[in-house]
Each structure stands twice: as C-alpha cells, then as structure tokens.
C-alpha cells in the first residue's frame, strides 16, 4: 500500500506575531454551491451559479451530475454577461439539465451532501447508478434515504448494508408520496429527499420521526433554495404540522444564482482576531442567510469579540480577551470544531451541548478534538452530547486531523496561540477550502515575508 506523502506531511501552524488585521475575501458556501448544482440539474431549462465553491465535494458535486448527463461548463470571465463577482469578474457555472441516465459510477469521496443529495436524484434516472466513496463514507449514516426512497418506489441493492457502496436502479421516474423517516443523525436525510421533491410523481412528504433534528438551519436553506427555483413547499414554520415538509410535484426553472461565501469557513479568520485581539473584515457576508456560520457573530460576541455588519462586509474584532460559552450547538454543529479550539484558549471553562451526532461527521469530531487538545496538554472530557474544555497552558505538539477539514482549521487557530504546533495533513481542507494555507498566510502577512 502506497502512502499519500500530504497525508503524513506535517505542517507547521504560523504562531500570531501579534494583532491580525485583514480582510479575507472566503469562497463561496459548499451547502449553497451544492444545493444550486441539483437544483439547477433538475430543473426545466438551464441556469447558472456565480462565485461557486470550487473544492472537493463540489468537485464531486459536479462530477457526478455529469456522469448522469447533465451539462456543467464553467466559465472564468470578466465580461458581465458571465460575471461572478461584484466586478463584474469571477468563475460562473453554466448547468444544462439533460435526460438523466445511467449506467453511471457516481465518487461520493466523504461529501455528506453528495452521498444523501443524489440517490434520489438517481432514482429518477434511467439505469443502475452505483454509488461508492471514500472508506469513511461507508460509516456514514445513509440509512434515512435508502428506507425513505425504497418506500417511495426506488430499487436500490446495498447488499443489506444500510449504506454505502449500492446501487440506485434509476427507472426514469419515481412515485414518490408521504414518508417517515428517522433524520436525528443527521439533516441531510431531510434536504436530500425534499429537493429531488418536486420531480416525484406525487411529490413528497416527509415526517420525521425520531428524537430531535439536527441542523435545522441546513433544512430552511434547503426550503428556501427550492422556493427560489419555484417549488412549493410546506414546512412546519409556514404553519404545518410540527416535523412535517411536503413538497408539490412541478417543474423547476433554472435561475442565475450568485454563491454566498461560506460562513463556516470565515470561522477560523473571525477566531483570528477573537484570539489576537485583532480585526478581521469578512466581505459580502449577507444581511439574510440561512448559513449557520451567521450564529458566529453571537457566539463570538459571547466569547468576547463585537462585531458590525457594514457595507464592507463583516467586521469583527476581538477585545483581547476570550471567555468560555456554555452552548447549544443542535442548530449549528458543523461549527464545534472552530468553537472548541477558541474555548481550549479561553480565560474559563466552556460547556458545548447538542451535538452527538457530530461522532458520525467526516470523523468522530467529539472523540477527535478530545484527543487532539489534550495531546497538547489540554483538558477536555467527552460527555453524552457534547465536550467540556478547561483551558489549560497548552504546549507544541502534532495535531492530527483524521481527514478532516474542520480539525486542520481547529488545530490552526490553536496554533496562532500556541508555539510549534504542527498539523497533519493540512491538504485535507481541500474539502470546502483548498486554498486555506495561503489565505492563513496572507491574514497573518507571512506570505510577504
Ligand atoms: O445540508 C448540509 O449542507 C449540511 C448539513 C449538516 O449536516 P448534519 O445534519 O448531518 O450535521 C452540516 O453539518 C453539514 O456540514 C452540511
Ligand atoms: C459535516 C460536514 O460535512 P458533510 O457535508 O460531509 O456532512 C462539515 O462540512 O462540517
């Protein structure tokens, strides 16, 4: 077996000479970019995304719609026609839905929103689609959407796994209807069965019925991209029953959608300047969003920074103190990672609650940063949803990732703090933000050095 020489490579995390003080303009959301692809796959004519993420799971995104036979051409213009930035510059995806067909071999790598997002979307094509990924994807759960899509008419042949590798046996339609579904490991389940909807004979309706949703932000942003393209939709906020979404079968239009940035991934540089006592401008952050990332101008505030919504962007700037946060995570999980890192350097305890589900993300991300953050000599104890941290004296060490993008960022905020910290396999960010090292160097100014 060979071995990948950037998965054992180690990188060194820049320790903060002082303040930070940038603006760093962050790629476009992965959930936004991906719910766009399908959507704009689906629909009736064709439409474009502007400012998409380009990384790994939209790679693999985008790869897989078109193995079904959907037409993607990207574009990097400055002429406005095929603008993507706000000056008039940018990458634009042009996507041209087609008949979807199989035979087709769809690589989910450890992408949440492709291994949920397209069996569905498989089942309305025609010939087997088989879908398989990385070892982790098989551990993963996916059991909500094989159930739900089999009870809705697909055939589908996991080998009585209950995931991945199988095979989705696409016959050009699917009956569709009511569904019960157990999503409380995770809320894709949910999104994944409500945006292939509308293409459903019947439509769908999905009950959830286990104990509480995760990551209900995940569900709206799903909800309002389908209202955007012209689904009509029925949610429990829109005065349905609690725990119930129906969506009515039509056809979608193809729109021209601009990517949000991904909040989530303005994380760690909002840390930056929470740890340094610096400032960090974060440009294009929307005044509305459904991104869960938008939670971190309280959470931070909470933990001592302040922050200012202006027509520049976000600005967020720390007070040179950082304090502990007892915190409900459920909504916002994706985001622990980066929390648990700030509060290993906080001046008092943190408690982070409702989050474990977060043992079945890209890996076990309770198990992880408890490892991690006490090999360099902290104090953080597991419990039945969450972690404790008592901030402790940190020192040097390797901090390990497990192919995980949330940990390599983690461990870099710990780094800014704390010297000769090194972490392993920094490329793994490449999941949703394969330019991180550089963008870390030039809000530090070390790329000018
Ligand atoms: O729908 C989405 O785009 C996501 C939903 C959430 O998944 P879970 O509900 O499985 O936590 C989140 O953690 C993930 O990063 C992205
Ligand atoms: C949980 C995450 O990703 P996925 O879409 O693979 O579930 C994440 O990005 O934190």
Redesign the pocket.
């Known amino acids: 077996m060979t071995t990948n020489p950037a998965h054992t490579a180690l990188w060194p995390a820049p320790l903060a000479s002082g303040a930070v003080d940038a603006t760093v303009q962050v790629p476009g959301s992965?959930?936004v970019t991906?719910r766009a692809l399908v959507l704009a796959a689906l629909a009736a004519e064709p439409g474009w995304l502007r400012r998409p993420l380009r990384s790994r799971d939209t790679l693999l995104m985008a790869g897989a719609l078109r193995e079904l036979g959907v037409g993607i051409e990207e574009t990097v213009s400055s002429s406005s026609s095929v603008a993507g930035g706000p000056d008039g510059s940018g990458e634009a995806w042009r996507v041209i839905p087609s008949g979807l067909q199989g035979p087709a071999t769809v690589d989910v790598g450890n992408a949440?929103?492709v291994m949920r997002f397209l069996p569905p979307v498989a089942s309305l094509a025609d010939g087997p689609i088989r879908f398989d990924g990385d070892p982790r994807s098989y551990e993963r759960p996916l059991h909500g959407v094989i159930d739900a899509l089999r009870a809705l008419g697909a055939r589908i042949d996991d080998e009585g796994r209950g995931a991945l590798p199988l095979t989705v046996h696409g016959g050009g339609a699917l009956e569709g209807g009511p569904v019960e579904i157990d999503a409380s490991s995770?809320?894709?389940f949910v999104?994944a069965l409500l945006l292939s909807g509308p293409r459903f004979n019947q439509g769908v309706e999905v009950r959830h019925t286990g104990s509480a949703l995760?990551?209900m932000p995940?569900i709206r942003m799903t909800v309002d991209m389908l209202r955007a393209v012209g689904a009509q939709v029925d949610t429990p906020e829109s005065g349905g029953e609690p725990n119930v979404w129906r969506v009515t079968p039509g056809a979608l239009l193809g729109r021209d959608i601009t990517i949000e940035p991904d909040l989530s991934n303005a994380q760690p540089f909002l840390a930056a300047a929470l740890i340094t006592g610096g400032k960090v401008t974060i440009p294009d952050w929307p005044e509305h969003t459904t991104q869960p990332g938008d939670a971190l101008r309280d959470i931070f505030t909470q933990m001592g920074g302040s922050c200012e919504l202006t027509e520049r962007g976000l600005q967020f700037t720390g007070s040179g103190s950082v304090h502990g946060i007892d915190v409900d995570l459920s909504e916002v999980?994706?985001l622990t990672p980066g929390i648990a890192a700030v509060a290993a350097l906080a001046d008092s305890p943190s408690t982070l609650r409702g989050v474990a589900?977060l043992r079945l993300?890209e890996t076990d991300r309770l198990a992880a940063l408890t490892k991690e953050i006490n090999g360099l000599g902290g104090d953080v104890t597991e419990t039945a949803d969450g972690l404790h941290i008592r901030p402790r004296k940190l020192h040097g060490g390797i901090f390990h990732t497990y192919d995980d993008h949330r940990m390599a960022t983690a461990g870099a905020i710990i780094g800014l703090a704390v010297k000769d910290v090194q972490i392993e396999n920094v490329a793994t960010t490449a999941k949703t933000l394969p330019d991180f090292p550089d963008m870390w160097a030039a809000m530090l100014g070390t790329d000018r050095a």
């Open positions: 992965k959930s991906n949440g929103t995770s809320s894709q999104s995760p990551s995940h999980g994706e589900h993300h």
